[in-house]
């Protein structure tokens, strides 16, 4: 029998995802708090529980991809009472490590299995199926996950245990996020100082720094605008978990804390549903106080 998939959250990540997944020939039931956020891939095939408890009884796994914990915890419980024993829990959101940890151990007191499994990369990656899914987890729950990650994903790495594919998912958040916040301090320094932003982006496309991530926000920076891939919100809450669980290992990360504070002032100046490549807006401010 075909595994029955729920996804949890049809926000931009958990849109794409659930699409893929349909397209793919997955029965898959989705529960998202606005209902009509469903309601293209409810035409494309989906099923739409009206309860969390609802979508838990009818599927034999559950993605969630929601946007932290709180999120997490006002939806998940309520369908892991439902689920049958044995029902796998694949969390793609991001959270902290220790998050991740405490999850399991409830979900495990269920007799309800779970997967760490954040993913880097953002709305077009998920839409492609190319996502990179971090996975923490027992080896036999990966692979019950595979045929669906090989779905999502072009690549699946197994991090270690619970816990540790939310470590890895702040780790390349911490770099994302710094050299996001240095493309956009690079681009403020040289545009004050009589540089015009085609040059400073055809110097950097032919150079050892070229990469997607500057390739791929080029146009924001052009345009002025930046519509959200990944929302600026969602960089600054990660950010928070990154230093909160760098404070708790012991590592030292001057640079993204003094990052994660600016995203933190995006986020107050209204900032939050733009990309992260917004921070850019944040930087002008600063230097026009």
């Known amino acids: ?7 949890i959250g049809v926000g931009i990540m958990g849109r794409a995802l659930a699409a893929n997944l349909l397209a793919a ?12 956020a469903c309601a293209a891939l409810e035409e494309a095939g989906a099923k739409v529980a009206d ?18 914990p709180e999120a997490i915890d006002a939806l998940l419980w309520q369908a892991a009472g439902a689920m049958a024993p044995g029902t796998l829990v694949i969390n793609m959101s991001t959270v902290s490590p220790a998050y991740a940890r405490a999850a399991a151990a409830r979900l495990a007191g269920l007799g309800l299995r779970y997967l760490d499994a954040p993913v880097s990369g953002s709305k077009k990656p998920a ?3 190319s996502l990179v899914i971090l996975a923490g987890g027992e080896v036999a729950d990966l692979t019950t996950a595979e045929p669906l990650f090989t779905v999502l994903g072009k690549k699946t790495v197994h991090c270690g ?7 890895m998912k702040l780790a390349v958040n911490l770099l994302l996020g710094v050299m996001m916040e240095g ?3 690079m681009v403020q320094f040289g545009l004050r100082g009589g540089l015009a932003l ?10 050892p720094l070229n990469n997607g991530l500057f390739q791929l926000k080029e146009g924001m920076f052009r ?13 600054a809450k990660d950010m928070r978990f990154l230093c909160e669980t760098a404070a708790e290992s012991g590592a030292a990360v001057p640079c993204a804390s003094r990052v994660s504070e600016l995203y933190q002032q995006g986020e107050a100046l209204g900032l939050g549903d733009r990309d992260f490549a917004a921070v850019a807006q944040v930087l002008e401010r600063l230097g026009n106080a």
């Open 51 to 68: 309860t969390p408890a609802e979508l838990g009884r009818n599927c034999d796994a559950v993605i969630v991809m929601l946007t932290g």
């Open 25 to 36: 020939g997955y029965p898959v039931t989705l529960f998202n708090r606005t209902r009509a």
């Open 127 to 129: 839409e492609e199926g």
């Open 198 to 207: 085609e040059t400073m982006q055809a110097v950097v496309a032919n150079g």
């Open 183 to 185: 493309y956009a301090e």
């Open 223 to 235: 345009d002025g605008d930046f519509p959200p891939q990944f929302p600026l919100k969602h960089m």
């Open 1 to 7: 029998m075909e595994m029955r998939i729920g996804v």
């Open 161 to 167: 245990a619970v816990g540790q594919g939310s470590t």
